[in-house]
């Protein structure tokens, strides 16, 4: 997968922007607050239909206009497409593939699939259980774009669930119980299936994620990966059921996939409260190293790589090991130094306040 061709008009920092890209390795350099990073947000838009930052639409169109637009040229298997989606402060986001408009934002992921690495992806172990979740359901909506319906389905059925749990202020009507039942039974079907997919995909991301942490370690660390549920062993339905009068006296679904852990221990002690830095972001790396060969082998293409000023978190070694695990894939690399040795850009991108020169 390539992406060939990148135009931006009024995003972040960005009045008007096009550059042609590499199927190499491009360095994107410049000093910190120039905009090196909403380069590399851009491409990761299209990708996931939304910030990596987890930014809103406001504040990714530039402060004077009410809209930006990011249009891609993508080429996969031989076959070019156009992307271009239209940011629309305060209304709805405008989405086209080869100049035809698609109505949903399903249609529209999966032409560009996207590794990131970045300063922040320290969370995926040090954060709670909502980061790692959201790992495993994007690498879910990467391997099969039909996994977002999936997903925006259960967020759907889960905010009406809860919203119907809010209004009903604590009491247990014959009026409640029947809308929750019929609540409850969307959300078995729907959030079992995520839940299962879930499961199923740890089992193939675990083994590769470890011999990652191997390598980085030299051979020094061990990482077991484990999927949690607290209504595994019951099930969902039943679960659902003893779980409805602490709902309803919280006004919220208290069991369910929104509340399932992905355990990470490293040599048999959580990851979260007992690795170190260095040991914690050199998982995160293996995670997302992991993540982009399930990916590539479950759709016969390698996701465009992009790193985010990730070398300046790393210690040489660690840098070194993380180099010689990359694939041979086209990669966006932003730095605000030199790049780490081994590290040979095809192309360079100067960037200074929104301006871009290629070198």
């Not at 910190?32 to 851009?42: C, D, H, I, S, W």
């Not at 809860?162 to 079907?189: F, H, M, Y």
Request: charged share 25%; with cysteine.
């Amino acid at each position: 997968m390539l992406v060939r061709r990148l135009w931006l008009k009024d995003f972040r920092n960005y009045t008007s922007v096009e550059l042609d890209l590499s199927g190499g390795i491009t360095a994107v350099v410049g000093a910190n607050g120039q905009g090196k990073t909403n380069l590399v947000e851009a491409i990761a838009w299209l990708a996931q239909g939304s910030s990596f930052r987890g930014a809103a639409v406001d504040s990714m169109v530039r402060s004077t206009v009410d809209r930006s637009v990011i249009r891609a040229e993508v080429e996969d298997g031989g076959r070019s497409t156009l992307l271009e989606a239209e940011l629309v402060v305060g209304g709805r986001n405008r989405l086209q593939v080869n100049h035809n408009r698609v109505p949903r934002q399903g249609d529209f992921i999966g032409h560009v699939r996207a590794t990131i690495f970045g300063p922040d992806d320290l969370v995926l172990v040090k954060g709670g259980p909502a980061e790692r979740r959201r790992f495993l359901d994007d690498l879910l909506v990467d391997i099969a774009p039909s996994n977002h319906g999936l997903r925006s389905d259960f967020d759907r059925i889960l905010r009406q669930r809860n919203s119907l749990l809010r209004q009903a202020g604590g009491r247990d009507t014959p009026e409640i119980s029947t809308s929750l039942d019929v609540w409850d039974s969307k959300l078995c079907e729907v959030g079992g299936d995520l839940a299962a997919r879930r499961v199923e995909l740890l089992k193939e991301l675990a083994p590769v994620a470890g011999g990652l942490v191997k390598s980085l370690s030299s051979d020094k660390s061990e990482l077991e990966m484990a999927y949690e549920c607290a209504w595994g062993e019951a099930g969902l339905e039943e679960s659902l059921a003893r779980a409805r009068p602490d709902d309803l006296r919280r006004g919220t679904s208290t069991v369910g996939p929104h509340r399932d852990e992905v355990s990470l221990s490293v040599d048999r002690l959580p990851a979260r409260s007992h690795a170190s830095q260095g040991e914690q972001r050199s998982l995160a790396v293996a995670l997302r190293l992991a993540g982009h060969r399930v990916v590539t082998s479950s759709t016969g293409s390698d996701p465009v790589i992009l790193l985010d000023d990730v070398f300046s978190e790393l210690d040489p070694d660690r840098a070194a090991a993380l180099i010689s695990l990359l694939p041979q894939t086209q990669t966006v690399v932003t730095t605000a130094g030199d790049l780490p040795e081994g590290v040979v850009a095809d192309r360079r991108i100067r960037i200074e306040a929104g301006v871009v020169t290629t070198t």
